[in-house]
């Protein structure tokens, strides 16, 4: 009795293992025929200088427009792609399409705004990335200074040494760097103080509880007191309220990014609204 029950507990527990596995692969052949067929997409969120309340930035944010399920947000897709290597041709065509969308808007007039782009992980890891992506600044004609790209804290501590190289080969071509969801990591201060970074973009979990939440707005305005004396810029995330946006100025930051400016659009819809 208790033998058997055993055995269906393992033949149930393989059942859905086998499930989950069929689950995932069935997710991996369809990102991998989505990046075939061209079926992701880039939104555009600005970022808003505090001090003018211009726009001065966009960041491309990608988002695949599954036929069936519709738009599917990253979170549920980056993982998956970063696991199975998939984030290296879908990192180089986000790239490839952010630098020629800011391209063509510039050629059309737009003022030259700087453009941020995320880099996870495995891409950091390539030991090519900086010759690849110089090659790709080349063939759309952007400026090397318009773009920046996004790096968390972990991604820089995984990478110590040759990470080091590879941030130095991309700041020598001109390109900005900055810690993305800063705050979430465990960066000391002089691990910073050594990395060739331009800015820090505070997370969203800590703009979330201010004002009222003490601990989230000391943490904040930490930061950027921080980012201050290292020479760094500094631009807050997730910005929902007026009473966030008005703190955050107040103790020193820079630029703001979030729905209280804008939700990331479609290209048209950014084109249309911000680059008249
Ligand atoms: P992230 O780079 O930290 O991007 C910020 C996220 O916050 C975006 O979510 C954005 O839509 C969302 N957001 C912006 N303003 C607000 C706000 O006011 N309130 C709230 N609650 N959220 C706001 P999204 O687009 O779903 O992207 C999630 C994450 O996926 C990104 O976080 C980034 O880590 C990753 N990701 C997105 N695009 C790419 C990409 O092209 N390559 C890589 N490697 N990762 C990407
Ligand atoms: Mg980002
Ligand atoms: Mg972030
Ligand atoms: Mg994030």
């Known amino acids: 009795q208790a033998k058997s029950q055993g055995r269906n507990t393992y033949r149930y527990y393989t059942e859905s293992l086998t499930r989950a596995a069929n689950a995932r692969l069935s997710l991996e052949s369809r990102l991998r025929r989505a990046l075939e067929r061209e079926e992701l997409v880039l939104h555009y969120q600005p970022q808003v200088d505090m001090r003018t309340s211009r726009v001065t930035g ?18 549920r897709f980056i993982p998956l792609a970063e696991e199975t290597g998939l984030i290296i041709p879908l990192g180089a065509w986000v790239l490839a399409s952010a630098c020629r969308q800011l391209q063509a808007w510039i050629e059309a007039g737009a003022p030259p705004l700087t453009l941020a782009v995320n880099l996870s992980s495995h891409q950091f890891a390539q030991p090519d990335l900086a010759m690849h992506i110089g090659h790709e600044l080349q063939l759309t004609g952007l400026p090397p200074e318009l773009l920046e790209l996004e790096l968390t804290e972990s991604t820089l ?40 970074i331009d800015k820090l973009k505070i997370d969203k979990s800590f703009v979330q509880g201010i004002p009222e939440d003490r601990n989230d707005a000391e943490i904040a305005a930490t930061i950027i007191a921080m980012a201050r004396n290292l020479n760094l810029r500094v631009l807050a995330e997730g910005v929902e309220t007026e009473a966030q946006r008005d703190f955050l100025r107040r103790a020193g930051c820079d630029a703001y990014q979030g729905y209280l400016f804008s939700r990331p659009l479609p290209g048209a819809a950014f084109a249309r609204q911000y680059l008249r």
């Open 58 to 75: 966009v960041e491309a944010l990608v988002r695949w427009e599954d036929p069936d399920a519709g738009l599917i947000p990253p979170d």
């Open 157 to 196: 501590m995984q990478h110590d040494r040759r990470g080091m190289e590879t941030l130095e080969a991309l700041r020598a071509l001109g390109i900005a760097l900055s810690i993305d969801d800063f705050g979430t990591g465990y960066s000391s201060l002089a691990y910073l103080k050594q990395l060739p």
